[in-house]
């Protein structure tokens, strides 16, 4: 029968007993099949007496468990099964919608260009008075500098297509992302293939794991809930996880790596750490701080929890759109350009509407800051900045009113104060001067016309930076500042930023620290666990082992009736695995053609779900081109319906 492991109060009021020295057995064994008993690690073997571990009902047993499947994720589990552990990887998420950030982000990565010393001048420069520990920040800087042919090496890309993005718009102003800074020369914001946006990197991610199958075991919509932790020792010995309605202790022989991201979907958390009462997160919404309580319950220090990005215009902001709903990233927008200005709750502005963000940093004295934002801000527009914008479908609060005064009383801003706001800009535009803010003269027009437009937004969340301390070998640190044992962290789980943000430099910290921790997780450990006699011995019956439960399996083709002429067609090449389509034929000619399963990133798929089957049908070829922005769907489609086209007689 099951039985709760002991809380670490619980277990100091009964009495950790430590009895003499345990001898251990070094030599490795093979990972244990679904039928074998719970025996101890082979690091951690006792002689005569059991450890806390024998007195928790184990339902799993691995070398290695990685919480949660992004990026670092990804880059931690190959790594630890290419040292030769048998790994679980589980993630909150359902099928589809595993990848963290990195499936969203803009598939861009921060390059040093071999450049060492410049690399390391401009990561101390970013960080400005921030403390990051010598070492770290030289890894870190060492390993951008060489991130290039590490991506390309460990993930199977062609260097030869890589791109750095200096001088092209938009993007380009993020590589570097701040030029006065020294070494900024060697800096760039350097993407895979010639695109961004459209999941390429991550599909490669994605791909190292599949392709070790045999290795890595997967369980979507199973969430880590704890750690299981020796009380004495402070030594991690796995997992509980919450899979089908139920708990599962799964132990970790070697290692447990944290990559489950940060806390941008956690209100609670916003609030309290970033004083932050109202966004909309614009990557995934799975990502709601569940790290911060686990580690703090077994011992971690915190960092960086006060660190966030924005992205985008008007100091990182986005149209509102309704809670638990990604907001859409406004980049170049008509609304910092022309007839529109940026106004709080009481009607007037409060910043510069065209001042170029560094991802929702505005520039304060000599450092970029998070912006303070009001507790409403709206944009006013005129119908032709207005009819400029495609706005979200979802948008929540957009209104509309021939007068200023009417549009006032529509958003519940004092008429009078918005009127005169609107008459001091108008003026601003036509002397082309701003002696509020000082936006450019050729940003600015009157807003005019006989339709006014308001438009609310809120803060646009791209990612938290803070988590549980770790150092360069990527181990978990307690509030002394040591290691607490077995417990590996990467990525934006406590981020490396602790200031101001290169772009690309959370997917850096992904592949370098996902693999280290990775690494150093697989790696067989010569510790030894005290004796426990302070709870009973129970016995396991571990169910969950290497190879005999995982969700990663290839997809079974979907249920569908096929009559004459109708022929199912499959990519395992989608950005979440295989995509399904059913083509129709009309003698020698494609009739129709139709997505029946997949698991592609809504938001970012959907232009090339849309497009690229009434494309194949119109060309009546499968050579079409891609829909910029989902180059991996549109590749995927095509590849199903060229194997669907296979089988015509």
Known sequence: ??????????????????????????????????????????????????????????????????????????????????????????????????????????????????NYEDTLAYYKALAGDHEIPKAMLELYAREIANLADTISDKLGLNKEEFMAWNGIPVIGSMSPEYPEFPGSDSITLTSTHAGISDGYLWQAMRKQVTDRADKIDVWFESP????????????????TVERGGEK???????GVVLTLGGFENNPEMLADYLGLTDSRAIGTLYNTGDGIDMVLDVGADLWHMEAYEGIGDFSGSVVKVPEGERGTTMFGSSFTQGGSIFIAGDGNRYLREDEL???????????????????RSF???DETQFNAFTMPENAVNVQSASSIADLAALIDVDADTLVKTVENYNSYAKAGYDPQFGRSAESMAPITGGTYYAVELTAAMLNTQGGARRNENAEVLDRSGNPIPHLYSAGEFGGITAFQYQGGGNIAECVIFGQIAGKNAAEVKNDTLPAYTAAEKVTSNIVHTPGVTTDLAASEAPDVTLGENEYLGVSHNGMGGDLYVKVTMDGDKISTVEIVQHAETDGISDPARDQIPGAIVEANSTEVD????????????????????????
């Open 626 to 649: 891609n829909v910029s922005g989902a180059t991996i769907t549109s590749k995927a489609i095509k590849e199903a319906v060229e194997d669907a086209l296979s089988q015509v007689k």
């Open 357 to 375: 963000t560094r991802h929702g940093h505005i520039k304060l004295g000599d450092a970029w800051m998070n912006a303070r934002r009001p507790l």
């Open 1 to 114: 029968m099951k039985k709760k492991f002991l809380a670490l109060s619980l277990a100091a009021a009964l009495g950790v007993s430590l009895l003499s020295g345990c001898t251990q057995d070094t030599a490795p064994s093979p990972s244990p099949s679904a039928s074998t008993p719970a025996e101890p690690s082979p690091s951690q073997t006792v002689s005569e007496t059991y450890t806390y571990a024998d007195t928790v009902a184990w339902d799993g047993r691995y070398d290695v468990v990685i919480v949660g499947f992004g990026g670092a994720g990804s880059m931690a589990a190959m790594a630890a099964a290419d040292e030769g552990a048998r790994v679980l990887l589980v993630e909150k998420a359902p099928e589809g919608h595993e990848g963290g950030n990195t499936r969203y982000c803009g598939q861009l990565f921060a390059n040093g260009n071999g």
């Open 224 to 239: 880590a809930v704890s750690l299981v932790q020796d009380p004495a020792s402070k030594t991690i010995l796995g997992v």
């Open 379 to 381: 944009v006013i527009c």
């Open 248 to 254: 599962l202790n799964v132990r970790a022989d070697n």
